[in-house]
């Protein structure tokens, strides 16, 4: 497939990918004025977040089956259109129920997206040149959810919150009628007979274990909570009877067989490891900089922008390299790096300077950025290509899971040594000890976060350079 013809469905692609992702994080920060305006707590304006994470958690294992049922236009003008009707609910809701259902179908759309992304990536490029378009990715991956509290926070400060939502829809029209034109079919459909048991326990495997460890994250009483861990349980159980399914169906819903390819599973650990490293970055930061630092949200979000944009604007040139170069060449010293930087944030206190922060933060995106892309294309690229729908499904449910994970896990050790310092405490209320108490907890999180990193280059030397298996 000539250049010429490549470049537009790229472009359909990552404009309708953009604003679906930035969504994603352009709503948390208009919380507080919601809850006045909608009449609702904390705990219930949260589904706004969960209940996005759900949808995409439960969405993305079945897209794996979607890709083969559908063209890609199909797929692409579906997920856009759910996306751009759930944006235009969210801005006339009334009340919160409709706005929930506005997220959801948003959710839903923002779902279908990602996998349509990847499996058109690995269909449109050769393995040799597929580097430079997953960095052309990353760089909407990145870019969007980075600026989107910004982005909230200048809307937030002259309009009102429902400009969130309308500022969003002429672009997502734009979308569809761009891709309309110019987005063609990449992909062949089969006739496949969908297994309906496979469907179900991967709903409630995937949706149990995001739902359990987001609440557990989102100050429901933490893994006392029987719903909590009740819910991770039977989605543990779901998803063991869900993987023994999949082994023995003719056609599975998500074929596992991907994990016989040694580089696509050690591209699979290494990812969640990475996901977690940088939701253990993403979600104590803010935690750091507002509860011990006392800034606000608004300069806490353009505190972490410039290294968030960076990860985007470098991931199309590290996809370059990693054509040139190979993977080992950008993921082995990313991960060394990763590793300083990560032994760098368990060593911060009330007293770092904005600067320090500000510098951390840039190099952190910067090893994150050297890794992500690069593992993610070479560990696709030893797939033959009827694993690619399966091997992007694998990899984009992975990561939403080991997302939720990450949030549980770090802001759970975070209130763990928060708690620990302040039972020590002589004046466990004085604003210096609760300051000293965040710091406390930030750092045994990140020394979780240091152990990942060290994993993680460990695991960096079985890297190799994979071949396009012919199976």
């Known amino acids: 497939?000539?250049?010429?013809?490549?470049?537009?469905?790229?472009?359909?692609?990552?404009?309708?990918?953009?604003?679906?992702?930035?969504?994603?994080?352009?709503?948390?920060?208009?919380?507080?004025?919601?809850?006045?305006?909608?009449?609702?707590?904390?705990?219930?304006?949260?589904?706004?977040?969960?209940?996005?994470?759900?949808?995409?958690?439960?969405?993305?294992?079945?897209?794996?089956?979607?890709?083969?049922?559908f063209t890609t236009r199909q797929m692409f003008l579906g997920a856009m259109i759910l996306f751009t009707a759930g944006t235009l609910v969210c801005g006339i809701a009334p009340h919160f129920s409709i706005l929930l259902v506005g997220r959801l179908l948003q959710a839903a759309g923002t779902g279908l997206m990602l996998p349509v992304l990847m499996n058109t990536i690995l269909v449109l490029y050769p393995p040799d040149k597929r580097g430079a378009a997953m960095g052309s990715i990353g760089l909407v991956i990145m870019f969007a959810p980075a600026i989107g509290p910004t982005l909230s926070g200048l809307i937030l400060e002259s309009l009102q919150w429902r400009w969130l939502f309308y500022l969003v829809l002429p672009f997502a029209a734009f979308s569809i009628v761009f891709a309309a034109i110019y987005l063609k079919n990449v992909s062949e459909t089969k006739k496949i007979k969908v297994d309906v048991l496979s469907l179900i326990l991967s709903t409630i495997g995937f949706g149990a274990v995001v739902y359990g460890f987001s609440s557990s994250g989102e100050g429901h009483g933490g893994w006392s909570n029987p719903l909590v861990y009740g819910t991770v349980s039977i989605g543990i159980i779901a998803l063991v009877l869900f993987v023994f399914r999949q082994l023995r169906v003719p056609e599975p819903l998500m074929d596992l067989r991907a994990f016989q390819y040694p580089m696509f599973t050690l591209t699979t650990i290494l990812l969640i490891i990475m996901m977690m490293t940088l939701f253990s970055a993403m979600s104590l930061l803010p935690f750091l900089f507002q509860g011990a630092l006392g800034l606000t949200v608004f300069a806490s979000g353009l505190l972490m922008l410039p290294g968030s944009l960076l990860n985007g604007l470098i991931s199309p040139l590290t996809g370059k390299l990693f054509d040139k170069f190979g993977p080992r060449a950008l993921v082995i010293p990313g991960a060394a790096f990763l590793v300083v930087i990560m032994w760098f944030f368990t060593q911060v206190t009330v007293e770092t300077s904005r600067m320090t922060f500000l510098l951390l933060h840039i190099c952190l995106m910067v090893a994150i950025s050297m890794i992500m892309m690069p593992t993610q294309t070479n560990g696709l690229n030893q797939l033959p290509p009827r694993f690619y729908p399966h091997g992007t499904a694998i990899l984009n449910t992975l990561q939403q899971v080991a997302g939720a994970i990450g949030v549980a896990l770090f802001i759970g050790v975070m209130s763990t040594g928060q708690r620990a310092f302040l039972a020590k405490s002589p004046n466990p209320t004085a604003q210096d000890q609760m300051a000293g108490a965040m710091v406390a907890g930030v750092h045994n999180a990140f020394l979780i976060g240091f152990g990942f990193s060290v994993v993680a280059l460990l695991l960096a030397f079985f890297i190799k350079r994979t071949q396009v298996a012919k199976l």
Not at 15 to 26: D, H, K, P, V, Y
């Open 1 to 69: 497939m000539g250049e010429v013809k490549r470049l537009p469905i790229l472009i359909s692609l990552m404009i309708g990918a953009f604003f679906s992702i930035l969504n994603e994080t352009l709503l948390n920060i208009a919380f507080p004025q919601l809850m006045i305006e909608l009449n609702v707590s904390a705990s219930t304006l949260q589904w706004l977040a969960t209940g996005y994470m759900l949808v995409v958690g439960v969405l993305v294992p079945a897209s794996g089956l979607l890709v083969q049922l």
